[in-house]
């Protein structure tokens, strides 16, 4: 309300306090998140994004990034959605980094006009990694016999019960050679001259912050209070921007038991699971950077 009758005011008696609204966004990039876990996709942030650019008399959006990376797909989502409205709202956009912006992490980073980190940041990252495991053999040791009857030559490539076949690597690492290019291709329309000619940028290197700027891969060093305020004036303000949660970060998906009526223990049980396996891997992502 104050600000409805603020902007009614003539511009020379109005204050000079600038609120820039402030997205927070932390965690590993995954398309899916359980009851107990809430990863970053574009449907679990898509919300708070647009809330802080409608912001009308705010001249920029801030966003503190703390990410390991991910998903490709969500990660380029999520970097869409805030260029787009950036573009469509006329706000700069300043990207902090905290602990970590790497691989998609780092592709979400270079939607800011600018990127600001700590010295001991680590970001970079670009490339595409695959990851998984391989059990044949155990098979055999305990007497159970795989079956697998497909449709189509390749549907069951990669099968981790299966011996790995060349052809199946070489078809998972020319996927990834798409997918890298397309990152590399983005990273090079949004940094630009600001890349510095060197041989390990686009080879899945990390660096720390320090050495991140002498790359171009960053713009400075500093945290967001003080820069903000160096940019629009010792009155500035920030506003975190959050969107209502549920209980458990949002509405469980109840399934039914056969009398009708919601199967509590059995929806718990299943997210628990879920959970425990989004953990393991988030965890994974995290300690790839030491972290």
Do not use: C
């Amino acid at each position: 309300m104050r600000r409805f009758f603020s902007r009614l005011l003539p511009k020379s008696l109005r204050g000079n306090t600038v609120t820039i609204p402030v997205i927070r966004l932390s965690g590993a990039i995954m398309p899916s998140s359980s009851a107990f876990r809430q990863n970053l996709s574009l449907a679990t942030t898509a919300a708070v994004i647009e809330r802080a650019f409608s912001m009308p008399d705010a001249p920029a959006v801030a966003i503190s990034l703390n990410s390991p990376g991910g998903s490709p797909v969500q990660s380029r989502l999520i970097f869409r959605r805030i260029r787009d409205l950036a573009t469509e709202k006329n706000k700069k956009v300043f990207v902090f980094v905290e602990d970590v912006a790497a691989s998609g992490g780092y592709m979400i980073a270079i939607a800011g006009d600018e990127i600001i980190v700590d010295p001991s940041s680590i970001v970079g990252s670009i490339g595409v990694v695959s990851a998984g495991f391989g059990f044949p053999e155990m098979l055999k040791k305990i007497g159970v016999e795989r079956r697998v009857h497909t449709a189509g030559q390749n549907k069951a490539i990669l099968d981790p019960f299966q011996p790995e076949k060349k052809e199946d690597v070489e078809r998972l690492k020319s996927l990834q050679l798409e997918i890298h290019d397309t990152f590399i291709n983005l990273v090079k329309e949004r940094r630009g001259a600001k890349l510095a000619e060197d041989g390990d940028l686009f080879t899945g290197a990390f660096w720390t912050g320090e050495s991140a700027l002498k790359l171009g891969l960053v713009d400075g060093i500093g945290d967001m209070r003080s820069v903000l305020k160096e940019r629009y004036g010792e009155k500035t303000k920030l506003a975190l921007i959050t969107q209502p949660r549920g209980l458990f970060g949002r509405k469980l998906g109840i399934a039914g038991s056969a009398g009708g009526l919601p199967d509590l223990g059995a929806a718990f049980a299943g997210n628990a699971a879920s959970g425990l396996l989004e953990a393991a891997e988030e965890q994974a992502l995290w300690r790839r950077y030491g972290l």
